[in-house]
C-alpha cells in the first residue's frame, strides 16, 4: 500500500544530543514537508522541499535541519540548538495543484 | 504573512445535530482548501477539499467556499460522537506549494 511512514513513533532526547526522525514515503510525490504540532496547537511548518537536493525553510526552521537526497526521504534532525523540542512531529508529501497532503503517522519527541 | 484563521472552540453540539466549522484566509492567492479531521494523539486525517466557490457535498459533509469573502466552512450533519476530534483548514496556494494551517477547531460531540 502507498504512503508515508514516519520512524520512530516515539523519541526520548537527552539533552544536548542531536536526533534524527525518519520520513519515508512510496506515493512518488515530488513536495514534502515537516510540521510541528504542540499540544492544543496548530501545525508549524519547519522545512518544505519541492524537488530532490532542494529545500526551504519554513516558519520555524531554527534548530532543525534536513536533507533530500532522494525523493522518497526526508529526514529531519533535531539539533541541540532547538532549546524546547518537546512536540509531535508530523511529516507530510504532496503532488503540485490542487491536490491535499498525506500525513505520516507521527514523531512524539520528548527531552528527558 | 498567510493566514488562516478558526474559532479555537471548543464547540459543543449534541449528538443528531448539526455542527458548523468556520475558517477565513488572508491570502487572496489561496486556490484550494482542505479539511482535516485530526483525532487526540494522531495525525490529521483528510475530510474534504474544495477549491470552487459554492458547495460540495460528501455524505454527512459540506464544505462551503467563498472566495470574495475569503471564508470557507465544514458544516457535518446527524453529528456522532465518533465526530469528535480538532477540524484543520488549511489552504494552498495557486502555485501549488505551501499549504498554510488554521489553528484547528475543537467539536465535541455530546451523545
Known amino acids: 500500500d502507498g504512503g508515508i511512514t514516519q520512524s520512530p513513533k516515539y523519541l526520548f532526547r537527552k539533552e544536548g544530543q542531536n536526533v534524527t526522525l525518519s520520513c519515508e514515503q512510496n506515493l512518488n510525490h515530488d513536495a514534502m514537508y515537516w510540521y510541528r504540532q504542540d499540544p492544543g496547537q496548530g501545525l508549524r511548518l519547519i522545512y518544505y522541499s519541492q524537488i530532490v537536493n532542494d529545500f526551504q525553510k519554513g516558519d520555524i526552521a531554527e534548530g532543525y535541519s534536513v536533507s533530500r537526497e532522494k525523493k522518497e526521504s526526508f529526514p529531519l534532525t533535531v539539533t541541540s540548538a532547538q532549546k524546547n523540542p518537546t512536540a509531535f512531529y508530523l511529516c507530510?508529501?504532496?503532488?503540485?495543484?490542487?491536490?491535499?497532503?498525506?500525513f505520516g503517522q507521527g514523531t512524539r519527541l520528548t527531552v528527558v | 504573512q498567510k493566514e488562516v484563521e478558526q474559532n479555537s472552540g471548543p464547540l459543543s453540539v449534541p449528538e443528531g445535530a448539526i455542527a458548523s466549522l468556520n475558517c477565513t484566509y488572508s491570502?487572496?492567492?489561496?486556490?484550494?482548501f482542505f479539511w482535516y479531521r485530526q483525532y487526540s494523539g494522531k495525525s490529521p486525517e483528510l475530510i474534504m477539499f474544495?477549491?470552487?466557490?459554492g458547495d460540495k457535498e460528501d455524505g454527512r459533509f459540506t464544505a462551503q467556499l467563498n472566495k470574495a469573502s475569503q471564508y470557507v466552512s465544514l458544516l457535518i450533519r446527524d453529528s456522532q460522537p465518533s465526530d469528535s476530534a480538532t477540524y484543520l483548514c488549511a489552504g494552498r496556494d495557486n502555485y501549488g506549494q505551501n499549504f498554510v494551517f488554521g489553528p484547528g477547531t475543537r467539536l465535541s460531540v455530546l451523545p
Open positions: 474544495i477549491y470552487s466557490n
Open positions: 507530510a508529501s504532496s503532488t503540485g495543484g490542487n491536490t491535499e497532503a498525506f
Open positions: 491570502d487572496r492567492g489561496s486556490q484550494s
